[in-house]
């Protein structure tokens, strides 16, 4: 390299480390903090699945939901595979029926056309099956299969897996990086 490379080398160097002395270890405690739930409400993600039951269904949603449930505890199914099967006979959702109700991973106020749903999906436990939740098409039985930086809800989990004898186990994330390695 070369006198003139290294000296504008140098230069940026000394100003990046002026900038940061200046702004970066002067922030109030407040701004961090700011900064960080940003960070985690800017890139909070879901993916879900639903049943769409008609309006006059509640009745109906709360059997299936029980019977869902039979399913996972009484026959050791994995819950997933529970919802799915059901979701490919029961639901009324054209488009996500044949994938076993599967939504797909959707941000808070995302693409669902249902904000009751779209809601849910951040407010109820992983791995359940939650509902019925009613809503302008009618009543929606909903499982959350995986979140990403909701900690206040989740903690250190954000999957649903199939464990070795087939039962839900709720998994921390493997190639990701925690919210704090994020932010540093």
């Not at 080398?9 to 002395?21: D, K, P």
């Not at 009745?59 to 449930?69: C, E, G, N, P, V």
Request: charged share 25%; with cysteine; proline share 5%.
């Amino acid at each position: 390299m070369t006198k003139p490379g290294l000296l504008a080398m140098f230069s940026l160097v000394l100003n990046l480390a002026a900038f940061l002395t200046t702004y970066a270890f002067s922030f109030p405690g407040g701004a961090i903090k700011r900064i960080r739930n940003d960070f985690l409400a800017l890139t909070r993600r879901q993916t879900s699945r639903h049943i769409l039951l008609p309006p006059n269904a509640y009745d109906a949603a709360l059997t299936l939901k029980q019977k869902i449930r039979n399913r996972v505890t009484e026959e050791g199914e994995f819950v997933v595979d529970a919802f799915s099967s059901a979701a490919r006979t029961f639901s009324l959702d054209e488009e996500t029926s044949q994938r076993g109700g599967l939504l797909g991973e959707l941000v808070p106020q995302g693409f669902c056309r249902a904000t009751q749903l779209d809601r849910a999906c951040f407010e109820v436990p992983l791995g359940e099956v939650s509902g019925p939740i009613e809503s302008d098409f009618g009543y929606h039985l909903v499982l959350v299969c995986e979140r990403t930086n909701c900690p206040k809800l989740d903690g250190p989990f954000t999957k649903v897996v199939k464990g070795e004898n087939g039962k839900m186990l709720l998994a921390r994330p493997t190639d990701a990086k925690t919210v704090e390695e994020q932010v540093r």
